[in-house]
């Protein structure tokens, strides 16, 4: 069963614009990822966030965790057609082993 | 540093038949982690391996089994394929303690025809 709810699952602007992705989940959590796939290949990780951050920054990337909502979002900033991916969030749950539950993703399409 | 290296990159099986996929995790890494992902669908959790024992699993049937070796490597099982087994299969590595994220391989291809 999928922990996350990636929304919209699907999105489409132009390059230069800025595309935000959320995610919803629905238990307590160690940390929460967000993962980047182009066409059916392997999984690149871009950014964890831990459950005791608010924010964090990685480049052109800007996360945000609410835990008192279960739901975080993920910030491309000026965005490129090379960002046109599907991206997923996974959380990692709290209490026992490491274990990554991935979400359904949000299929993200830039356009030159 | 080479990252994880998974093998065959695609397969086709005829149904009921038997496949073993195999997974080297990156440099570093002592855990294996295997997920099915079904076309246009999330990765779905199969299992996790560390010290050579499965520590955790998802919702699959035992035809889906594994195994880890002594340098971390990983092998998935599936027994009697069905056609609904189809996917891409995705092995990620990590350190059983930290929080860093995952590193994917490129995944297998599996078709079951």
């Known amino acids: 069963s999928q922990q996350g709810e990636e929304d919209p699952q699907a999105l489409s602007i132009q390059e230069g614009e800025n595309a935000t992705m959320n995610c919803s989940y629905k238990?307590?959590?160690?940390?929460l990822q967000w993962y980047r796939q182009n066409s059916g290949r392997g999984l690149v990780h871009l950014i964890l966030i831990r459950s005791n951050e608010r924010e964090k920054h990685s480049g052109r990337l800007r996360v945000t965790l609410d835990t008192s909502k279960k739901s975080s979002s993920l910030l491309i900033t000026a965005s490129r057609a090379a960002d046109t991916a599907s991206y997923f969030c996974a959380t990692d749950l709290s209490g026992g082993y490491q274990k990554v539950t991935f979400g359904i993703g949000t299929k993200l399409q830039v356009i030159p | 540093d080479a990252g994880v290296t998974q093998s065959p990159t695609h397969l086709i099986k005829t149904r009921g038949q038997q496949v073993t996929l195999r997974c080297s995790p990156k440099?570093?890494?002592?855990?294996v982690s295997w997920y099915q992902q079904a076309l246009g669908q999330g990765p779905q959790f199969i299992f996790q391996y560390y010290e050579e024992e499965e520590r955790q699993r998802g919702n699959f049937p035992d035809r889906f089994s594994g195994h880890q070796f002594p340098n971390y490597s990983s092998e998935l099982n599936v027994n009697a394929l069905l056609l609904g087994d189809s996917a891409l299969y995705l092995c990620?590595?990590?350190?059983?303690?930290?929080?860093?994220?995952?590193?994917f391989g490129s995944g297998t291809r599996l078709t079951v025809v």
């Open positions: 238990t307590s959590i160690n940390n």
């Open positions: 440099s570093g890494h002592d855990t």
């Open positions: 990620a590595s990590s350190l059983f303690r930290g929080d860093y994220g995952y590193t």
